[in-house]
């Protein structure tokens, strides 16, 4: 069943750092092969639940191998009967 997960990582590393480790989780996802948007805050993701928490932990994996002290990250997560995308909830802002 198809559901959504947004991913906000918050690495705790020097300023300069931020976004190179970020970009690092958005390949990780990119790679994946599931359907994705990224946005100014976070990214949301679609697919089955432990193929994307699989992808989560990753990303805090991906954070301490590039010298993130610690890494906050906030996870939201859109699941229901019969399954929920992306396009459902956003294709009349597009």
């Known amino acids: 069943m198809l559901c ?5 990582i918050l690495p705790s590393v020097p300023e300069e750092c931020l976004y190179q480790i970020v970009d690092k989780v958005i390949a990780l996802i990119e790679e994946s092969g599931v359907k994705y948007v990224v946005g100014p805050m976070e990214t949301t993701m679609e697919g089955e ?3 994307l928490l699989e992808i989560v932990e990753k990303a805090q994996e991906i954070c301490i191998a590039n010298e993130a002290a610690r890494v ?7 699941y229901k009967a019969g ?3 992306i ?8």
């Open 4 to 8: 959504n997960v947004s991913l906000q």
């Open 87 to 94: 396009d459902e909830k956003i294709q009349k802002y597009r």
């Open 49 to 51: 639940l432990h193929e």
């Open 83 to 85: 399954g929920v995308t």
């Open 72 to 78: 906050v990250s906030v996870v939201k997560i859109d």
